[in-house]
């Protein structure tokens, strides 16, 4: 059906409906009653509704705006920030009596459960390494490990794997030595038994103290190499984090950066973990009697931050240090004072 065929239809109807009502209206006349019905897009603005209440009969006063200002009023604090410089620890902390001696019962208890060990499969017959290996395993009177004592993984005494109380056997130094005995060789390459001043001496570790931790030199980097150091300076009498105050086009972590610099010179590689303050220190305003300000406040606003190499520098530095220290955790107590140790204590390494 066409389209001029189905509107016909509909105005048929249409006539139909309005013919009923008045009988006395033709086709004719009905087409040209019939009234356009208004139509508005979706993007047209709609029209304004009329409310029909009177605004002067409402009871409730007409509201005054507020007049915002735009100066904001003067702070009784002032905004610093500053840098907690760390060196991480470079060793790993000594084990306690009880860790020692659970790693002694471990290494037993592992020996219980391996194979047997077959030195055919590693040493040639009649070779020097093979020659030195047994004549170690005699010292050590058939016991395959040589950090465990004289403990027999297999036998009828298998089951007393525990140290007596006050043996040394667990200790870490004692371990040490024993490991770097064994691993001098004392056959010469033709197979014979070398004397002692003659045998080729392994090269020892470096001891796990340095020269700093004999001397307490706190300005240096290697001492309490177990540790986590912080890096704190003297400005006046009074012992604290570098810190100075915030520009007023700087954020947090670029006045940080700042504050190292000209505190403790560039001649460090270091690195900012992130902009988000992890601690703060704040200092009340002092006012007078009658209620005005006698000295501003301050809320120092402190970031974390890591050195890898170099070493802090105060002959230039523009913010009135004088003296500058690497300490620990247990020394930072010592030298801050209570107030402030409290601020920043919460976000000190365990060790």
């Known amino acids: 059906m066409s389209a001029s065929s189905r509107g016909w239809h509909a105005l048929r109807a249409l006539s139909r409906c309005e013919t009923t009502a008045s009988p006395r209206v033709c086709a004719q006349c009905a087409r040209g009653t019939i009234q356009t019905i208004p139509r508005r897009a979706y993007s047209a603005s709609a029209a304004p509704t009329v409310s029909a209440v009177d605004p002067s009969a409402s009871s409730e006063p007409p509201v005054v705006p507020v007049k915002q200002s735009s100066q904001h009023p003067k702070s009784d604090y002032r905004i610093r920030s500053g840098l907690i410089l760390t060196r991480a620890p470079l060793l790993t902390r000594d084990p306690t009596p009880f860790e020692a001696a659970f790693y002694l019962y471990q290494k037993r208890l592992n020996e219980r459960l391996i194979s047997p060990f077959i030195s055919s499969m590693w040493f040639k017959q009649d070779t020097p390494p093979q020659l030195d290996w047994n004549l170690k395993l005699d010292e050590r009177k058939g016991i395959w490990a040589k950090d465990v004592g004289h403990y027999k993984p297999r036998g009828s005494t298998r089951w007393a794997d525990e140290v007596p109380q006050g043996s040394r056997l667990a200790d870490p130094e004692l371990i040490r030595e024993r490991l770097l005995e064994d691993a001098t060789m004392r056959f010469s390459d033709d197979g014979e038994l070398l004397p002692e001043q003659d ?153």
């Open 199 to 351: 045998r080729l001496q392994v090269e020892k570790p470096q001891p796990r103290r340095s020269e700093a931790d004999e001397k307490n030199d706190v300005r240096r980097l290697d001492r309490a190499m177990d540790r986590t150091l912080y890096l704190v300076v003297k400005k006046g009498d009074r012992w604290a984090f570098p810190a100075s105050e915030v520009r007023t086009e700087e954020n947090l972590h670029e006045a940080a950066a700042r504050v190292l610099q000209q505190a403790a010179g560039v001649n460090m590689n270091t690195w900012m973990v992130g902009r988000v303050p992890v601690a703060h220190h704040v200092v009340k305003p002092k006012y007078n009697k009658d209620s005005t300000l006698e000295s501003k406040g301050s809320k120092t606003f402190l970031l974390k931050g890591r050195i890898f190499a170099g070493q802090a520098d105060i002959k230039n530095n523009i913010l009135g240090v004088t003296d500058f220290m690497w300490l620990t955790q247990d020394e930072l107590k010592k030298h801050f004072e209570a107030d402030y140790f409290a601020s920043i204590k919460n976000m000190l390494s365990m060790r």
